[in-house]
């Protein structure tokens, strides 16, 4: 068979056309030739075939398209197609010099290896024929998607440059006159290319057209100032005064044969279970595109993260662009048992490869580089560093000239080298996980056990080390099932154990980093304390103030450390006062933890804990015009504190520090009395500003964490306070008798105390209990007795909260009049005193109010306010209220489109609050709005969605939902 792709794409099998049919399948067809003989997964084809959202038939498709294109990619009619079906995706048989591309590419690499060894006719003729190959752009009236694109941008920039290899092998046979023409017409279609232009100034030189010669390097000069801003390169500059010096190299006379040098071939085997990385491979491809300023590419990443396997196969992927070979040395920078080479070390090894006699190799450094540089001068040479230290390990061994390309790793990011491109080399997906460890240890395995193997991956956190480490285990045990490596696996004190195979091993490649630090002086040391802190309280997301707080230190010393830790890859940066930490890394963090005295962890922990407290104390102070659950907390800040100020600072904060309050409780439950009492107070001044900001599950978690603790130290403030939360979060998604208990049960703790306010709060919670569940008689009843309770105490915060809670009630109670009157003063209590919560609450309210009295156009109007508040202040459960109240004012005014955007974003922020019952509304609302838009089949079966998620909440039943929205 047959495979273009350097044109309109095209196959034939036995002289005849294969019909490829649609256009998608074309496409399908065209992707799988890119990349032949490997299996490409189903996800990485559909992103090819469809843009986002996909279609939801976009699987059945795909196996469509692959049914038309196997019966037609077959050598002959009854024959085997050449289309194969591999583990999840499919693979496309090419045989040795059956597609033009590979025939192209090694055309054009014969004619170079040719002009290298100075068989310049031969080079020439291999040259012209790659150039042939090429009918149209490749793929040519395909619709491609832009990472297709991309690569096919790379191929033109390959054509170019034979077509300059072209012109200049001809050039070099004498040629001039008859390629101007040729080299006119390039100049002008591809202006920035400096070897162009010089292969013009050359060619009309020789013609005798000194002028127009000269007037070529003007040009291309004036091109590179207005488009690119820079001057000629230093070698056109040259050609430029050669041409004025009529220097003699310029004639036109054929070339002697030049003498042959030595092609190096340092190069490792590439890995044959490298898998991925195909973006990694594409950027640095196009970087190293041949050009006379190709970069120093530094690849950077964590120990074991495969950096020196994709380097060695891209330096296999770029040999045909570096004829004169490859020089490559493991500078031994993270080695556990080698020191670091030195350069002048490399540097004679350098020499020596490229020809040098051992006894003319400088002894010293500056002049071993000199010579260095010079010998490998126009070589085309790709060096490749490996395992660098740092950059003043590699600075001395970067080649001066143009034609050579550079590939650094390191762990560290080597930010300081000259003409640097750096390239993070992460964490494998999940896919590409299992396909490497199918690589090791059998693809049959994998497929008879699918979910362990990505079980497996997920306990080796995707870093391709333990992965070859657990498949080569595999490899070595065939009777051994996957899911008992993953039971061996699980324990997280024994995984580091586990991950130890001959020679290959996780541990000693943080170990090595983390000893470094110890010995490195106070700063190396306050580093690796951070790192102890940080296993000691296992902190999901590293923040700075998280850490200030851990050391007792200031943010800028805590910041400090991090970045050296980060620079060290045993902390990765996510944005700006986070940085995450590798799942292995994190388990060699908890071992080293032990280092540290107990008294001294338990006091780090209780810094934090007081760090958080304070931090929830200023969350609702923001929300609610200073009140706070938890008292006035009147201690001086100390300086690692980091606390919010104002709306955007509480959200961000919360969002960084949401998963590691819950780690820090977590951990102080188990710990001393008074450590495990501060995690108690943490739960009570952080679940609200959880609750209400949509971190249910962790708020969830604190306060179920917060009943037990408080119950066992016998706790008793603590434990109302719990189980208030707990009925607060249970509201609209337990049996409301459940509720209710938690609430008589937290009031009869309360009584003997005689704290009015907690009591006013139990007996509110009640309320709106009760109001929920339909019963609006005793609603009314404890909202009149919590408002006495709530004017008793002066208070003006509780008191509008309370007039907003109760003005719902007093309407269902037929009180009109005295509803808005309690609306409107607890909206102008929020007013008063700046509250944004109870602001947003109280216009939610108003906005119900004018709902319920059919004001639906004002009611709008309010619910626009509301959203604004309640957006400021992060309250969703308001929010998710006024959604389904402004669903249905659009509803009543005709505006079915924004009725339905309301009723599915309060769906989902009723998820995000876990409240069950607002979900149910939601879905029937959006069931009322399908039915009133015409789409019956759609109501229908979102109000059957309503009616499934009600039925496990018997019960509830707010009056002006079923105003709304009718009875669930």
Request: overall charge negative; aromatic content about 4%; some cysteine.
């Amino acid at each position: 068979m047959r495979f273009q792709l350097l044109g309109p794409l095209d196959v034939w099998a036995d002289g005849r056309r294969v019909p490829l049919g649609t256009v998608k399948q074309r496409l399908l067809c065209a992707t799988l030739l890119l990349d032949p003989n490997e299996v490409l997964h189903t996800e990485h084809l559909a992103e090819m075939l469809w843009d986002e959202p996909r279609p939801a038939s976009a699987a059945a498709n795909l196996r469509t398209y692959a049914h038309g294109l196997r019966q037609g990619l077959r050598d002959q009619p009854d024959g085997a197609s050449r289309l194969h079906t591999g583990t999840g995706g499919y693979l496309l048989e090419v045989r040795p010099g059956e597609r033009d591309l590979d025939e192209f590419e090694e055309a054009a690499q014969q004619g170079r290896d040719a002009r290298t060894r100075g068989e310049l006719r031969q080079a020439e003729a291999s040259l012209a024929h790659a150039l042939t190959l090429w009918r149209d752009s490749p793929l040519a009236g395909l619709p491609l998607p832009r990472t297709i694109a991309v690569r096919l941008t790379r191929l033109h920039e390959q054509r170019l440059m034979v077509e300059e290899e072209h012109v200049q092998a001809r050039l070099d046979l004498g040629a001039s006159a008859e390629l101007v023409g040729r080299l006119r017409g390039h100049v002008e279609t591809h202006p920035l290319r400096q070897r162009g232009w010089g292969q013009l100034m050359t060619a009309l030189y020789r013609t005798g057209d000194i002028a127009g010669a000269v007037d070529a390097y003007l040009r291309a000069r004036r091109v590179l100032a207005d488009q690119l801003g820079i001057d000629p390169s230093p070698w056109l500059e040259a050609l430029y005064r050669d041409i004025l010096d009529h220097s003699p190299h310029l004639t036109g006379e054929p070339q002697r044969s030049l003498p042959a040098r030595v092609v190096i071939r340092g190069l490792p085997p590439a890995v044959d279970t490298f898998v991925g990385r195909r973006e990694e491979i594409d950027a640095v491809r196009g970087w190293l595109d041949g050009s006379t300023t190709s970069p120093v590419v530094a690849l950077h990443g964590p120990g074991g993260a495969g950096k020196s396997a994709l380097a060695v196969r891209l330096a296999h992927h770029l040999a045909d662009r570096y004829p004169g070979g490859t020089l490559y040395v493991d500078l031994q920078g993270s080695d556990v048992d080698l020191p670091p080479l030195r350069p002048i070390d490399v540097l004679g090894r350098f020499l020596r490869a490229l020809g040098v006699p051992g006894g003319a190799v400088p002894s010293d450094v500056g002049e071993a580089t000199v010579a260095y540089r010079s010998e490998i001068a126009g070589r085309r040479v790709l060096v490749v560093l490996d395992n660098a230290r740092d950059a003043a390990q590699v600075r001395a061994l970067l080649p001066a000239d143009g034609s050579c390309g550079v590939v650094v790793t390191s762990r560290r990011m080597l930010a300081t080298l000259p003409n640097g491109r750096h390239l993070a080399v992460g964490l494998l997906s999940r896919t590409e996980a299992v396909g490497l460890l199918a690589g090791e240890c059998g693809a049959g395995r994998v497929a008879a056990e699918p979910d362990a193997a990505a079980r497996l991956v997920e306990l080796c956190g995707m870093l391709p080390l333990a992965i070859r480490i657990v498949g080569a285990r595999l490899a070595s045990r065939p009777g051994w099932p996957i899911a008992r490596l993953v039971e061996r696996l699980a324990d997280p004190g024994l995984r580091l154990s586990e991950l130890e195979f001959d020679d290959l091993s996780v541990r000693p490649s943080i170990s090595l980093t983390y000893a470094a630090l110890c010995d490195g002086g106070a700063p190396g040391q306050l580093c690796a304390r951070v790192f102890r802190m940080i296993g000691s309280t296992r902190l999901p997301d590293v923040t700075v103030r998280a850490v200030a707080a851990l050391l007792g230190e200031s943010l800028a010393r805590a910041e400090s450390a991090l970045d050296r830790l980060a620079d060290e890859r045993l902390v990765e940066p996510r944005e700006p006062g986070v940085y995450g930490i590798h799942d292995l890394v994190r388990l060699y963090a908890v071992e080293r933890a032990e280092d540290e005295p107990a008294d001294e962890r338990e006091t780090a922990l209780r810094r934090l804990l007081e760090m958080y407290v304070q931090g929830a104390r200023e969350l609702e102070r923001i929300t609610n015009a200073g009140w706070a659950p938890i008292g006035p907390g009147d201690q001086a800040r100390p300086a690692w504190h980091d606390l919010p100020e104002d709306p955007a600072q509480a959200a961000r904060w919360l969002a960084e520090e949401h998963p590691n309050i819950l780690a820090a409780f977590r951990q102080a439950c188990t710990s001393a009395p008074a450590t495990a009492k501060l995690a108690a107070t943490l739960a009570w001044a952080s679940v609200a500003s959880l609750h209400r900001h949509g971190y249910l599950q962790e708020a969830l978690t604190l306060v179920d964490g917060a009943v037990a603790t408080t119950e066992r130290l016998g706790l008793t403030l603590e434990h109302c306070a719990a189980l208030f939360y707990r009925a607060a979060f249970n509201k609209g998604t337990a049996d409301p008798s459940v509720v209710e208990a938690d609430l008589l049960r937290c009031l009869d703790l309360l009584q003997p105390l005689d704290d009015r306010n907690r009591i006013a709060s139990c007996l509110e919670a009640l309320g709106n209990l009760r109001y929920r569940m339909g019963d609006v008689p005793r609603a009314l009843a404890y909202h009149d007795e919590t408002l006495a309770l709530r004017r008793e105490s002066g208070r003006s915060l509780p008191v509008g909260a309370t007039l907003s809670n109760a003005a719902q009630v007093r309407l269902s109670a037929g009180a009109e009049k005295e509803a808005f009157a309690d609306v409107e003063e607890a909206l102008r209590i929020a007013r008063d005193i700046d509250a944004i919560g109870l602001e947003g609450a109280a216009l939610s309210m108003r906005g119900q109010l004018l709902c319920r009295t059919g004001r639906w156009s004002e009611a709008r109007e309010c619910l626009d306010e509301a959203m604004v508040a309640t957006g400021r202040s992060g309250d969703l459960p308001s929010r998710c209220e006024a959604l389904l109240s402004r669903a249905a004012a659009h509803l009543r005014l005709g505006d079915h489109a924004a009725a339905a955007r309301d009723a599915d974003e309060a769906g989902t922020a009723a998820v995000r609050i876990g409240d069950r019952y607002l979900l149910a509304v939601a879905r029937q609302a959006r069931g009322g709005i399908a039915r009133a838009a015409g789409d019956r089949s759609a109501a229908s079966a979102l109000e059957a969605e309503a009616r499934e998620v009600i039925s496990s909440l018997p019960g509830y039943r707010e009056p002006q939902y079923v105003e709304y929205f009718g009875q669930l």
